[in-house]
């Protein structure tokens, strides 16, 4: 899908945070990505990012195998913010000393302003902040000043206002810094230029025009589940093309209690969508028969959806799209501890690769958004507060709540407990 003009990229160096600060980024209206620390400074260029965030990481800039940046982004010229890790990796890199704390600090530390700067520009003189760290700043690269410190390093925050480089020790993105928000803002604001345009009715829209062009005239079929995000992203490819639009629904009898009857009342009788609904609840159960194990049962009911939205969806022969309700966290693609960048993206919504086997292309209306961000689109599609804000409740559902063998009477109590929880 395109990419707003106006946006954030943040480089991933294994921060238990980094989504947390691509969601605060969003708040500030401003369209944010994460990617991969790796990525090249030629790479960037291409992106054209209004700003660079380095995230916090594990792992000492010094360190034998420690996640590098390329050195080259430091020179595009582009608005970079450097956060712990970040922080560090950017005194690094510009022949600043970076080296082990006399004591690790983690936890509140009491902020001192010292310096004037955009980023910490209107904010109190004093406030409290959340460190994460075991290295610290022992000397600054040319052209760095230091805008802020606390008891334990004299370098909590640094400045070089003509690269338009910023460095932070602590994480303006947690709720236990106060004004980390306004910290955010400034930095995106201020020094990066941008005037937030990221909002839910600019995403409907442009998101409405690129299905549009992306299916033409073509058919698109689209497994339903009755959860949050299946059923936006029903919403809006109905919104952009109507009757070229057949939701799936596979009643595997593990579903929530008069699940299938809600589906056919909102989507088929309410929206007026093309609504195919399938009742395997026998096909399922049955094979669930002596089944115990939780993985086990996960692979039986996953290779049974599969088998069966195969045979169903291949009654639609004039179909050329898969439409899935895959989310912005399935796609990113994660840095485990050790620093070393994983091969593996989030899978589990490409069930069996089934746009392979069925030979069609896949189309992701929510592949940009955060759950938030989704429940948001949903109450502006006009979809009802029960639907937008249910718990997630994923494809296995009953199934592994069943302690033990799945049998119809267990299901049954069940899903009436369920129901009153």
């Not at 109190?124 to 290295?135: C, E, I, K, L, T």
């Not at 049955?286 to 009654?315: H, M, Q, T």
């Not at 840095?335 to 746009?355: A, C, D, Q, R, T």
């Not at 006009?382 to 049998?407: A, D, M, S, Y």
């Amino acid at each position: 899908m395109e990419i707003p003009s106006e946006h954030i990229v943040i480089l991933d160096f294994g921060s238990q945070y980094t989504q947390l600060i691509a969601r605060r980024v969003r708040e500030l209206q401003i369209y944010s990505q994460i990617i991969r620390f790796d990525t090249t400074a030629e790479e960037l260029t291409e992106l054209a990012p209004t700003g660079i965030i380095l995230s916090g990481g594990p792992a000492s800039v010094y360190a034998d195998g420690a996640p590098q940046c390329d050195p080259a982004i430091f020179e595009l010229g582009i608005p970079i913010l450097g956060i712990c890790y970040g922080l560090q990796l950017t005194v690094h890199h510009m022949n600043g000393k970076v080296a082990k704390s006399e004591r690790r600090e983690y936890g509140h530390a009491e902020l001192e302003v010292i310096g004037e700067s955009d980023v910490l520009g209107d904010l109190p003189s004093a406030f409290s902040v959340w460190m994460s760290h075991g290295d610290k700043v022992h000397g600054l690269p040319e052209g760095f000043r230091s805008i802020a410190k606390t008891e334990n390093t004299d370098f909590a925050a640094i400045a070089n206002p003509d690269k338009k480089i910023y460095g932070l020790q602590f994480h303006p993105e947690v709720v236990h810094t106060e004004h980390g928000k306004d910290i955010l803002r400034n930095f995106c604001n201020k020094v990066c230029g941008c005037s937030g345009t990221w909002t839910m009715e600019s995403f409907i829209e442009r998101i409405t025009r690129q299905i549009k062009d992306t299916v033409g005239t073509d058919q698109v079929i689209l497994g339903l589940s009755g959860g949050v995000d299946s059923s936006v992203a029903a919403a809006l490819l109905h919104r952009a093309i109507g009757d070229q639009l057949t939701c799936i629904f596979v009643n595997n009898g593990l579903c929530r209690l008069g699940e299938p009857e809600a589906v056919e009342k909102l989507f088929g009788d309410a929206f007026h969508m093309k609504l195919d609904i399938v009742d395997a609840t026998d096909r399922f159960i049955d094979n669930l028969a002596g089944v115990l194990e939780p993985e086990a049962k996960r692979k039986s009911i996953g290779k049974d959806f599969v088998e069966v939205f195969e045979d169903e969806a291949n009654k639609f022969t004039n179909a050329r799209f898969l439409g899935q309700g895959t989310t912005y966290p399935d796609v990113i693609e994660s840095v485990p501890i050790g620093g070393n960048p994983s091969s593996m993206i989030k899978s589990h919504h490409n069930v069996g690769g089934l746009p392979e086997r069925m030979n069609l292309k896949l189309i992701e209306p929510l592949r940009q958004l955060f759950k938030d961000e989704v429940r948001e689109v949903g109450e502006k599609l006009g979809l009802p507060k029960h639907v937008v804000w249910r718990q997630p409740f994923p494809g296995p559902g009953l199934g592994v709540r069943v302690i033990g063998e799945v049998t119809r009477d267990r299901l049954d109590t069940l899903r009436k407990a369920d129901a009153i929880v």
